[in-house]
């Protein structure tokens, strides 16, 4: 990648620049935790807070993901291996918590229920 | 051997002096792949047998759970552990239980399927002259031992080793040994700390197999000139890496909770003994249940696609015929290892999911059956129309495919959660799963073991004492997990120590009444008395005795394993099957670095019978073009050549 | 031999093997912070309101831990910054410049570990939480050892067959003289026989040494005992064969039971963990151990000295707040009401907003209160922020007035001299005037807490609760993440020099390989600060 001096002198900038935004964001994120007129939604942390609070994480992972880790630079087969990661780990996490919301909930007012449905008049 | 000394170039490090490595550079520390492999399948090997043991002292506590135990009960660790009367007590079968369970597939089969075999092929497959990271794979084993002595180790603590299943569920693994003083130092804390180190090696292991793969393949080795094995170790290899961790976290959660008291996977209000388990609760053993199961189903794949990828080397080989449907089982095999990852939870249909996902589940569980079986109809098709060699290798490899079938099917009930519910924990889920590795994978095993020894070795090994190793192997096989299904369908469960004496207390099943064939053949045997039926739990014995038997059975292999280094048959020409794949191209056995001229791929990996061809095999490494049309060269040809003489 | 593409990049794949390779690493890590974060998930999410600890918990995140927490955000940013100026001084070949930003790096990672430590410090040792028996929680700050059990003993008993007794690590002080004794099998005259036996024990050494013989001994005899009964069971079965005559086996006799007695008193200071309050018996007069050892001697004080700062109520239903026993406990009257004034002020607010959108209150807010109990003394006082963070970090480094040994030795001995005195509140003022020298809240009183009025109490470490557990595996696995790429960072510059003037691209490449991992760390580091300290 940086092979010219002029290159590397644009690099180095860039580098810079995003060192700078990150701590920008970094600002943000702990405004957003911390004053209280920048919770949004009820009171503590709620989906709002959290939904807003990691999508300033989100955008600053990738930050570093692409720009400091070169991923920009990168070929299809870091993509690829990085997005399979990256579905395992919404598998891993999306179908416990599916697991979680989806307790078996009637368990004895099912026989009730299937009962009142046999003796239902027509 | 002496050939290896002299090929050897000394370490990875930049001063080429051709000095002999000290012996314990050699064989001992070796960054060399070969030797690494060969160092993960002698320990591997031995664990295996230990394995095997503690299921034969198991067993005896099945069929016989008033009698001592032979021999054994007086050997003095025994007795801690053994009543009064010298029987096996309900601790010693917990404990043999779990570490059965455990020594079996992350001890055994996994080293000798995936390091081994992995190792010593691998690199040879893509004519490669190493690993990619040579020392990191050195590393990745004793970090194996290590985890590997420390399991061995928990068995001689006070506390024994651990003894809750190799799931090592909590809240029980939590609150299991707490009397004792020293918390690290009991068996529960020890198979954690051990796990972390096997996982950890494994993860080390994934790495290097898949950066060699994608990486040191030689000029000409395209991905779909691939041999199947290649592909096979390389999926294996992501699902190691992937699925892995999650099991590290378990395990370091475990360890937290063990001695840091901590409670992520221990409920509020959890009572231990009637008293109040003193910690803060609000954790979910459910929890720990999913990332074990993460990791868990996904070993399933790593423990039987290395078995597959053998099998699909050596029929081929045996057949002289290509392999059938090269690029569907190639495909097949990376749908499947992504299926792996999202079928976790059908082993969890007892913990009370509701119905929407237990169908996800269910789903997702039949569907990664369509991938099982194209692999293995694929194989069953190769062999169609071949003329077949039936050496040992091939018998292993033949045998392998119609009892992973039966380990697959009789899959299928369990993969939905209503007859689930029956047969969750019966010996019908250990009669299964035991199908698929047991006579499964590690016939594949013995498979690549009978194929491969003449690389290694420069011998063949003896085909008379391979079929007295096949053919007893195969009838106990089936005697030992037969039965099981019929029992396991009976209701009888797997972690009774007593065989379910208890149970038929209750209950009584009949298998056959008196006068009928069956009855009189388990009369003769007497197993049961005159006129009396033959009921479920007389099994227990037909099976224990198939499983002592089998014991025997491997004397020869062992035997042969020994003898052949020194006695058998030397080869004559470094190709003794008329292979094609590239491992065949190497001086034997191959030296340090392996290929004497750089090895290129020409064609497809399995040109067996190609139509005109002067033989009937046309390896990959000859460049023929009298037959096969050379293809043009790859992107990768020439560039590979200049970089590499830059580097 | 020589392993291809280990400097030049492979052409189709654009990738030399190192790079190839970390990033499969780093892959699995994301899998393994990925099961992590799972956990925080699926923990925060799956607890049950009114009966787990409730996430997010209160204002236990001090603002003191989001400073350092966001200090340390920004400490590591930049040390990513480093990493990549670093490497593109090695592109440029200038050794010099390299060795200056990797040097910088370092001293980044010894600053986030230092900031580390004392962030562990002062949860580990400033802050303890109290739950009483009816759920409600004090925070505040244990002062005295009675964080562990106090026993005075006399004597033990134990198992030789079983573990080693812990008790022998909980000994507080000089080692007394004691006396074991136990019995064994010996051979007196040809025959076997059951013998007393008697030792001098000096030292935990000695004891180790003797317990190790002893059960030896004790196995032996065992296993001993067991042939004989299995031998003679054998014979019996014989004997009845042949229908001759016979004696019905004894079974095996084998009495591991010891007996520790020592000669003068001895001061116990068990670990929770090992000797649970329920387990000692009515009278205080003996304790027994996890480990089957029991202790009989005369139970020490146990009230706990503690100075509480918070009131949560969040796990008291709400109908038993008023007469919870944290009131008995606190013993001022005027807090009771003054604990309603504020609940209703905060109702008031609570009901203007969820009204201004046409929602219920959901009962967990009703319940959830979370005071400062300052303001129910009604002399809360407004440290400037800045203060209260030095303070804060000044007791986690250990440094300044704040030691928490020195306080805690100081008031157990006290705790000696006024065991006779009944009014505990009076003491515990009293006590709060003595220690105000050393402490800047001033303020806070302290209580005496009998122990059976306690479920459960922990320091702020990874016991207390789901949240500080996660929080302290998460953290120091990403600590160890830390000092991990940090040493490695440090070999490349320290040992680097040799391949820089030989292959300076093969080093660059390593570092570039240790630069992936490093901003690893700091990209994990990105997600844990919301999620651990601000949500």
């Not at chain 2, 097949?332 to 007892?350: K, N, S, T």
């Not at chain 3, 964080?147 to 003993?153: K, S, Y």
């Not at chain 3, 809360?380 to 986690?396: M, N, R, S």
């Not at chain 3, 998460?474 to 940090?486: D, E, F, K």
Request: glycine fraction near 8%; include cysteine; proline fraction near 5%.
């Amino acid at each position: 990648m940086a092979d010219s001096p002029e290159e590397i002198a644009k690099h180095k900038k860039l580098y810079a620049a995003i060192g700078i935004w990150l701590l920008v964001f970094s600002c943000v994120a702990l405004a957003l935790g911390k004053i209280t007129w920048l919770d949004f939604g009820p009171p503590g942390a709620t989906w709002e807070d959290i939904l807003i609070g990691l999508s300033v994480s989100v955008v600053k992972a990738s930050l570093v993901a692409l720009i400091f880790m070169h991923l920009n630079h990168e070929k299809g087969l870091i993509y690829k291996t990085l997005l399979f990661t990256f579905l395992f780990f919404l598998g891993l996490m999306s179908l416990t918590l599916f697991a979680l919301a989806d307790p078996i909930r009637e368990s004895f007012d099912t026989l009730n229920t299937v009962k009142g449905m046999l003796n239902r008049p027509n | 051997m002496s050939e290896l000394a002299a090929h050897s170039h000394g370490e990875v490090h930049d001063d080429h002096d051709h000095h002999e490595a000290p012996f314990w550079k050699q064989y001992v520390f070796s960054t060399d792949h070969k030797v690494i492999g060969i160092q993960y399948g002698f320990t591997a090997l031995l664990f295996l047998a230990f394995g095997f043991f503690l299921m034969m002292v198991m067993r005896w506590s099945i069929a016989y759970p008033d009698r001592a135990v032979p021999v054994l009960s007086d050997w003095p660790w025994f007795q801690a552990w053994l009543d009064n009367e010298g029987r096996v007590t309900g601790d010693l079968y917990n404990m043999f239980g779990a570490m059965h369970g455990t020594i079996m597939v992350f001890l055994g089969i996994v080293p000798l399927a995936f390091g081994a075999f992995g190792n010593y092929v691998t690199p040879l497959q893509i004519g490669a002259p190493d690993m990619a990271f040579p020392r990191l794979n050195m590393a990745s084993f004793w970090c194996f031992l290590l985890g590997g002595v420390l399991m061995f180790v928990s068995f001689f603590l006070p506390s024994g080793a651990a003894k809750v299943g190799w799931t090592n569920y909590s809240p029980l693994a939590t609150t299991t040994d707490l009397n004792f003083s020293s918390q690290f130092w009991t068996g529960q804390t020890q198979w954690l700390v051990g796990m972390v180190f096997l996982i950890s090696s494994s993860l080390l292991g994934a790495v290097n197999f898949i950066a060699t793969i994608i990486n040191l393949r030689c000029r000409g080795m395209t991905w779909m000139r691939l041999p199947f094995f290649v592909w096979a170790m390389m999926v294996t290899g992501f699902l190691l890496l992937l699925a892995f961790p999650p099991l590290e976290v378990a395990a370091i959660m475990q360890i937290m909770d063990r001695l840091g008291g901590t409670s992520f996977f221990v409920p509020t209000g959890l009572n231990v003994n009637g008293l109040a388990f003193d910690a803060a609760g609000g954790g979910s053993p459910l929890l720990y249940q999913h990332l074990f199961w993460f990791l868990a189903h996904p070993e399933v794949y790593v423990l039987i696609l290395p078995a597959i990828a053998i099998v699909s080397e050596v029929i081929p080989c045996n057949t002289r015929k290509p392999l059938w449907g090269y690029k569907s089982m190639v495909y097949a095999v990376m749908a499947l290892g992504f299926l792996a990852f999202i079928v976790w939870a059908h082993h969890m249909y007892m913990t009370g999911m509701g119905p929407a996902i237990s169908t996800f589940f269910q789903t997702t569980t039949v569907l990664i059956s369509v991938p099982s079986v194209i692999l293995i109809t694929s194989l069953l098709i190769s062999m169609w129309g071949g003329s077949i060699r039936f050496n040992p290798a091939m018998l292993f490899a033949t045998a392998f495919i119609p009892m992973f079938g039966i380990g697959g099917l009789t899959g299928l009930p369990l993969a939905f959660n209503l007859p689930d519910l029956h047969l969750h924990d019966t010996y019908y889920v250990i009669g299964h799963f035991h199908y698929v590795v047991a006579p499964g994978t590690i016939f594949g095993l013995f498979a690549g073991i009978y194929h491969w020894f003449p690389k290694h070795t420069g011998r063949q090994m003896n085909t008379m004492l391979g079929h007295l190793h096949f053919w007893p192997s195969l009838i106990c096989m089936n005697g030992i997990f037969a039965p099981m299904f019929l029992q396991g369908m009976a209701g009888f469960h797997r972690r009774a120590f007593d065989g379910g004496a208890a149970y038929e207390q209750i209950s009584s099943s009949i298998l056959a009444e008196p006068g009928t064939f069956v009855a009189g053949v388990f009369e003769k045997l007497r197993i049961v008395g005159e006129g009396q039926p033959v009921e479920m739990i007389d099994l227990n014995i037909v099976t224990s005795t198939f499983a002592w038997l089998l014991a025997l059975a491997q004397v020869p292999f062992i035997i042969n394993l020994f003898a052949s280094v020194y006695v058998g048959k030397k080869v004559t020409s470094d190709n003794p099957w008329d292979a094609t794949t590239l491992e065949w191209a190497t001086p034997t056995p191959p030296p340090h670095g392996n290929f004497t001229t750089e090895p290129v791929a020409y064609r497809g990996p399995y040109e067996y019978s190609v139509p005109g061809a002067d033989t009937d095999f046309t390896p990959q490494f000859e460049d023929d073009p009298g037959i096969v049309k050379k293809e043009p060269a790859k992107r990768d040809d020439k560039v590979s050549s200049e970089d590499s003489t830059k580097a | 031999m020589e392993i291809p593409y280990e400097v030049a990049p492979r052409r189709d794949t654009g990738l030399f093997n190192s790079k190839l390779g970390i990033w499969l690493f780093l892959a699995s890590e994301v899998m393994l912070f990925g099961g992590l974060f799972s956990a925080y998930i699926f923990l925060r999410v799956g607890v049950i309101e009114g009966v787990d600890a409730p996430w997010p918990w209160g204002i236990n995140v001090h603002k003191t831990f989001v400073v350092l927490g966001f200090v340390n955000t920004l400490v590591l940013i930049i040390s990513s910054v480093f990493v990549v100026f670093g490497w593109i001084a090695l592109k440029e070949r200038n050794w010099g410049r390299f060795q200056m930003f990797m040097y910088l790096t370092v001293a980044c990672a010894a600053i986030f570990m230092a900031l580390k430590t004392v962030e562990y410090r002062s949860k580990l040792t400033q802050h303890h939480d109290i739950k009483l028996l009816d759920n409600s929680v004090l925070e505040g700050k244990i002062l005295d050892k009675t964080f562990d059990v106090p026993f005075e003993g006399n004597s033990v008993e134990f198992n030789l067959a079983g573990s080693a007794p812990g008790f022998i690590h909980d000994i507080e002080g000089e080692f007394p003289v004691m006396k074991a004794t136990w019995k064994e099998y010996a051979t007196v005259d040809g025959e076997r026989k059951i013998v007393d036996k008697e030792a001098e024990i000096r030292s935990a050494k000695e004891f180790k040494s003797w317990f190790v013989r002893a059960r030896t001994k004790a196995t032996s005899d065992l296993i001993a005992e067991r042939k004989r009964y299995r031998s003679e069971v054998a014979a019996k079965n014989k004997a009845l064969y042949k229908e001759e005559e016979f004696t019905n086996p004894k079974g095996p006799v084998v009495d591991t039971k010891a007996i520790l007695t020592a000669e003068s008193a001895f001061q116990l200071h068990s670990r929770r963990r090992q000797v649970s309050p329920i387990e000692r018996s009515d009278k205080g007069d003996s304790m027994t151990y996890l480990d089957g050892s029991t202790v009989k001697g005369t139970a020490g004080d146990d009230r706990i000295k503690f100075e509480p700062h918070y009131l949560d109520m969040q796990l008291v239903p709400i109908h038993k707040q008023k007469d919870s026993m944290v009131w008995d406990v606190l013993g001022d009257s005027h807090m009771k009401d003054a604990w309603y004034e504020n609940r209703e002020v905060a109702y008031e607010h609570m009901e203007e907003y969820y009204e201004g959108r046409k929602k219920e209150i959901p009962e967990s807010m009703l319940r959830g209160y979370y005071i400062n109990i300052q303001s129910l003394h009604g002399k809360e006082h407004a440290k400037p922020f800045w203060q209260e963070f030095f303070d804060e970090f000044k007791a986690g480094a250990g440094i300044g007035g704040g030691d928490h040994s020195d306080h805690a030795e100081h008031s157990h001995d006290q705790g000696d001299h006024e065991h006779h005195d009944d009014h505990a509140e009076e003491e515990a003022h009293a006590a709060a005037d003595d220690h105000g020298a050393h402490n800047d809240h001033g303020a806070h009183s302290v209580v005496m807490i009998p122990r059976d009025k306690i479920k459960f109490f922990n320091s702020h470490g990874p016991r207390n609760n789901n949240y500080y557990a996660i929080y302290f595996t998460m953290t120091a696995l990403h600590g160890l993440h830390v000092i991990g790429g940090a040493l490695v960072l440090l070999y490349f510059v320290v040992f680097g020099k040799p391949l820089f003037l030989r292959n300076p691209e093969h080093l660059a490449n390593r570092v570039e390989v240790g630069g992936l991992f490093w901003h690893f760390v700091d990209l994990i580091w990105i997600f844990l600060f919301p999620l651990m300290y601000l949500l």
